[in-house]
């Protein structure tokens, strides 16, 4: 058997006999050429089957092929002749791995949406869906490569915690041993702000987990984030690093995925204008906008989906919103000096109406103002022990942020739901496949 190569790679074997390895996606022809469309998780390519090139056995394989059968092809690798960049195979042999002898549930027509998740297992190997897989693991090595460049090195953090990070309402219990209830980590941040004091900077990357009952186009029960901390980093500093880092990721894939993106029929120009600096505006600056163009939020108000929709149309780059009013955010925010009932925090809202993709904040290094804050939100003051001592021992100011990985393949992939950003999204009525 000729050389097994790779679809990817089969511009580097012009003129000569190779073999690939995969399945068969669609078929057109008949009479005396068959046109397989074919597939091995690299690339898809053509392969093309002449009655007179071929043996009496192998035409009847191809002929008889079916959708999604497994199939070991050799042939001769020839350039498109119109297609610049794209290659073909003159097919001489055809072994079949497994004919497939039922129909396939995934046709080309349309199906919806409910019909495509109930066969998540099988729509990932449809062709936009395993480009938006390959964006994702752009953007996720993408992540590591400039945090690890910029000194930030990966610490694990637990997903059984003792404790909650992000608001007591939206946990997810499960019974653990003789020690009562643990809680699946809705965030790894206060396990990163005990590592600093180690690493100096950090970052995690994994599965977290809300309750949440919200059943819109943002949000996932199990979604994958990335929370990075750094020590002496206050809030200015804290946002340049989550611009530089965004403008890292989007520059790699337009570089790395290029051709993806237009089979994703994805408009690259909005991602072309993802230059520094970001729009900064306070939360104040953004209520009263968003008042003006009819929304009816107030200043004491999170921003809403609908609100962040509108005001991301408005501007053509991701946009800070800084201070939120400390009564909508997190209880380990620090204050501003300048107004104590605002945080020290800001959301990264993606363009072309996406929305909120990062949470972070400067976290509050005092002990007695931090131990305060637990009281005020009415938090077991047990659980956070270990997180207090952190301000007792070398407390320094620190910062960090966290990206949601969907939020942000969503916008990039320029998807409405990032449900299609994961391979097997968990929402509230969804645990299956
Ligand atoms: O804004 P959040 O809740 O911030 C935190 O959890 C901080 N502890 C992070 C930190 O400072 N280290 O969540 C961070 C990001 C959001 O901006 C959003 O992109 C994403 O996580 N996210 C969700 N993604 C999908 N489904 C959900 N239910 C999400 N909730 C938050
Ligand atoms: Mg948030």
Known sequence: MPQRVFIKDLKD???????????MFNKRGSGKIFFLQLRDGSGVTQ???????????????AEALTMESSVIITGL???????EDTYELQIRDIEVVQMVDEEYPISKKEHGTSFLLDNRHLWLRSSKQIIIQRVRNTIINSIYKYLNNNGFIKIDSPIFTPNACEGTTELFEVEYFDEGSAYLSQSGQLYLEAAIFGVGRCFDFGPV?????SKTRRHLT???????EAAFVEHEENMEI???????????????????????ERDIEPLKKIKKPFIRMTHKEAVDKLRKMGSDIT?????????????TKEFDKPIFIEKYPAEVKAFYMKRDPKDENLSLCADLLAPEGYGEIIGGSEREADYETLL?????????IEPFNWYLDLRKYGSVPHSGFGIGLERLTGWICGRKHIRETIPFPRTIKRLTP
């Not at 089957?49 to 192998?58: A, G, L, P, T």
């Open 13 to 23: 074997h012009k003129d000569r006999e190779v073999t690939i390895k995969g399945w």
């Open 47 to 61: 392969g093309i089957v002449f009655k007179n090139d071929v043996s009496e056995e192998v035409f009847a394989l």
């Open 77 to 83: 690798v020839t350039a498109h002749p119109k297609q």
């Open 209 to 213: 987990f809300r309750a949440e009952k």
């Open 222 to 228: 199990e979604f994958w984030m990335m929370d990075a």
């Open 242 to 264: 989550q611009e530089d880092l965004i403008i890292y990721v989007v520059e790699e894939v337009l570089k790395r995925n290029l051709r993806d993106l237009k089979t994703l």
């Open 299 to 311: 200043h004491d108000m999170d921003l809403g989906g609908d609100d962040e929709t509108i005001l």
């Open 372 to 380: 305060k804050r637990i009281k005020e939100h009415e938090l077991p």
